[in-house]
């Protein structure tokens, strides 16, 4: 069969190139999921490491429609980390334990191009479009030479990806380097008022000698087809509206990405060390509702001894009931886990201590969580509100300072710890350590039941119900879906008729 017949008898084909960071995999193999649901063909392509990880993904989305061929494969592309001094294993961010490693990191995924281009010639017919995420700067080049259609995958909402883009247009960043790190400016444009400091403006790669890859995400991201975001509509109907202007280029919002289906999330427990799921929900069964709040800082941050003892105070003095996950590599201490010990029989009953893993969406969604301190990673916030749960914010860095104010200031669904001043990824809160008191206070707020508190609760659980009329059959974000897939259909490349180009 010619090849540009075979494209237009086949479904159009997607393939997803997500960083290589669990905050980044996520949303994208979600992506994957929801597209294969839907007809269309996706091919996720990402490190061996990441590959084996995801490979249950596969499996139970293969189980669930036997009876058809399976539309979502994993693609392993050969990784040297250690061609570029870090250890061998460094194929996820998580992997990494110095900060300095996180610069090697990313300039050793540009490799991934050659092998990326290999994968993507030997395709008959060519990929419809490829997706990647916007740090992949790399993959544009391969998608030019091959005369394929590119979108980008943002992680953070519309309200962030406005303000960054406003940002670099109207030069803030230079304007906040000539003023002074204290200085706060309104970032120009924004439909709403937002303010910034040095510290807490927009913009990913901004670390001394990363420059130049921002420069190359950002002009991957002009010269993109258009780019695809993990939101609905009813959240940020204005930013999308204004984003996409700025942009001049189609926004596609097709989220929230988790309501389509909860992730085959049991597949990570054994590798990760976490309690069962089913552990999990026996206990949450036992509590009232609306009565635990769920504390998690995500994938990456990792606390220092300190700060993980004026948590866990800050829980126990709270009075209220907690969940909370504490990672693998923050118990790397004896005394830590001696501490964490004691803390857990001082709390019994009314306090859940889970050690690595634990399945986020299955918490979010149980009747027993009425609160969230997060640290305001776009997953973890949409996932909240997805499910109807408040939040009380406590940002690290990137774009969780924007994050924030987009909950607390411009939804309503968030109550702020405090936090002005980044945290380096591994070194957590040096700077500005947060005290239990803080967290006591905050987290009381939230869950006390006054008159703030119920209005945050109502505005998230209106959100929730808005979130899963969008990803129902006739809502905004289901027909988008329905929309882009129909638009790449027959054939989306340009050079299908040459696929040996």
């Not at 953070?156 to 940002?167: E, H, M, Q």
């Not at 993109?224 to 189609?250: I, M, Q, R």
């Not at 993980?308 to 009075?319: C, K, M, P, Q, Y």
Request: net charge negative; with cysteine.
């Amino acid at each position: 069969m010619a090849p540009a017949t075979e494209a237009a008898r086949s479904p159009p084909h997607f393939v997803l190139v997500p960083v290589a960071a669990h905050g980044h995999l996520i949303p994208m193999v979600d992506l994957a999921r929801l597209l294969a649901s839907r007809g269309a063909r996706a091919s996720l392509v990402t490190t061996p490491l990441n590959a084996a990880r995801l490979r249950g993904v596969t499996d139970h989305d293969h189980s669930a429609r036997s009876s058809s061929k399976a539309l979502l494969e994993i693609v392993d592309l050969p990784f040297s980390p250690a061609d570029f001094g870090l250890p061998p294993d460094c194929q996820n961010a998580d992997r990494i334990t110095d900060n300095a490693q996180f610069a090697t990191f990313f300039l050793a995924l540009r490799e991934l191009a050659g092998p990326f281009e290999a994968y993507v010639r030997a395709l008959v017919p060519r990929p419809s479009c490829i997706i990647y995420d916007w740090c992949n700067s790399w993959t544009a080049g391969v998608a030019t030479s091959l005369g394929i259609p590119r979108l980008f995958f943002h992680g953070p909402p519309c309200f962030y990806s406005l303000c960054d883009l406003l940002a670099d247009i109207h030069g803030l960043r230079e304007q906040m380097d000539a003023a002074g790190d204290q200085e706060t400016h309104d970032v120009p444009g924004m439909p709403v008022p937002v303010k910034v400091t040095k510290d807490t403006a927009p913009g990913w790669f901004y670390a001394p000698g990363s420059e130049w890859l921002r420069d190359e995400a950002m002009a991957a991201m002009r010269t993109s087809d258009g780019a695809v975001v993990n939101t609905f509509l009813d959240l940020e109907d204005k930013f999308v509206a204004c984003y996409e202007a700025a942009l001049g280029k189609p926004v596609w919002t097709l989220g929230p990405f988790c309501l389509h289906d909860h992730r085959d999330e049991k597949e990570d427990t054994a590798s990760c060390g976490g309690v069962s799921e089913s552990a999990i929900t026996a206990w949450l069964d036992e509590q009232a509702p609306d009565s635990v709040v769920y504390v998690s800082f995500g994938s990456v941050a990792r606390k220092v001894p300190r700060q993980l003892f004026e948590v866990g105070h800050g829980l126990e003095d709270s009075g209220k009931s907690f969940l909370w996950v504490v990672k693998e590599s923050e118990l790397a201490l004896p005394e830590v886990q001696v501490w964490l010990e004691s803390l857990e029989a001082r709390t019994a009953g009314r306090g859940l201590v889970v050690r690595g893993w634990a399945p986020q969406l299955a918490i979010l969604s149980h009747r027993a969580v009425g609160g969230f301190v997060t640290h305001c990673g776009w997953n973890s916030v949409v996932e909240s509100i997805a499910h109807g749960v408040p939040l009380v914010t406590w940002p690290h860095f990137a774009d969780q300072f924007l994050n924030e104010q987009l909950v607390v200031d411009v939804l309503g669904v968030g109550l702020p710890i405090g936090i002005t001043t980044p945290v380096m990824i591994l070194d957590d809160d040096v700077a500005a350590p947060v005290q239990r008191g803080d967290i006591a206070r905050a987290v009381a707020a939230l869950m006390d039941g006054g008159e703030e508190a119920e209005a945050r609760r109502r505005k998230a659980k209106e959100y929730g119900a808005k979130a899963r009329v969008a990803m129902e059959e006739g809502g905004d974000s289901y027909e988008k879906l329905t929309g882009l897939i129909d638009s790449f259909k027959h054939g989306g490349d340009k050079e299908n008729q040459h696929c040996n180009s």
